[in-house]
């Protein structure tokens, strides 16, 4: 029975290995060979391929992801907006980077939605301008009376303002004398005018009669002499 035999790794081959299992900690790749870069990047996502493309500087790496570019747009825009891309190029006779492809389309995509969420703002305000325009609004003056008067006639906003006036005064007068020490204070008045009463006629001489005056009060007329 024959064994096959296994062929074994060479360090290249652990190192990529390595390499792709670890291609989320990788950064600047400036010094890695594009032989091997062509083997490790394409294991990359779009977050981990943008940052190495970042973070590597002083060199083009277009040559190998420039094609993973690709892919990753016709993934996110769609195959219709690759091929019109595509078409684009060929009539203008001009060349872009994927990546610049693809960093222009997201930023045109971000203006077409603030545009858009610009003018939904603005719908939404016209329609609340609209809404309050409508609505019933309280005013704070008081319109003039069509019936006009006298103020002294009694009518309009003076004669009732007037009359509540006084009635407040009237009811708050009968709520002062129906009170304690009012009624208190008129007691102790006529008690002190009774005794005033009872003492001056207990003052009177005796024997002067009303009515009557006595006879010293009236003058004697004198005697006539006959002759």
């Known amino acids: 029975m024959l064994r096959t035999k296994r062929k074994v790794p060479s360090l290249v081959d652990l190192c990529v290995s390595l390499a792709v299992e670890n291609v989320k900690y990788l950064g600047d790749v400036g010094e890695t060979d594009l032989h091997l870069l062509d083997r490790i990047l394409p294991h990359c996502t779009l977050d981990q391929l943008m940052h190495i493309e970042k973070s590597t500087v ?9 094609k993973l570019w690709k892919t990753f747009y016709e993934k996110q825009f769609g195959e219709r907006s690759t091929d ?17 492809l693809y960093e222009a389309k997201l930023k ?17 305000k016209k329609e609340d301008d609209r ?42 007068k009968m709520d002062f004398l129906k009170s304690r ?32 005056t006595s006879a010293s009060s009236n003058p004697m007329k004198p005697l006539e002499r006959r002759f």
């Open 131 to 172: 809404k309050q325009s409508r609505q019933v609004r309280l005013c704070s003056k008081v319109p003039p009376s069509s019936n006009k008067r006298s103020f002294c006639g009694g009518s309009g906003p003076g004669y009732n303002l007037s009359n509540g006036k006084s009635n407040l005064m009237k009811k708050a």
């Open 108 to 124: 045109e995509m971000a203006e077409a939605e603030n545009k858009l969420a610009a003018r939904i703002r603005q719908l939404y």
């Open 58 to 66: 002083g060199r083009d790496l277009s040559s190998v992801t420039d």
């Open 84 to 100: 019109l891309v595509i078409q684009r190029m060929r009539q203008k006779k001009v060349s872009f980077r994927w990546l610049q």
């Open 181 to 212: 020490e009012v009624q208190n204070i008129a007691a102790m008045k006529k008690n002190a005018l009774q005794r005033n009463s009872s003492s001056s006629s207990m003052m009177k001489p005796p024997g002067s009669f009303p009515g009557k």
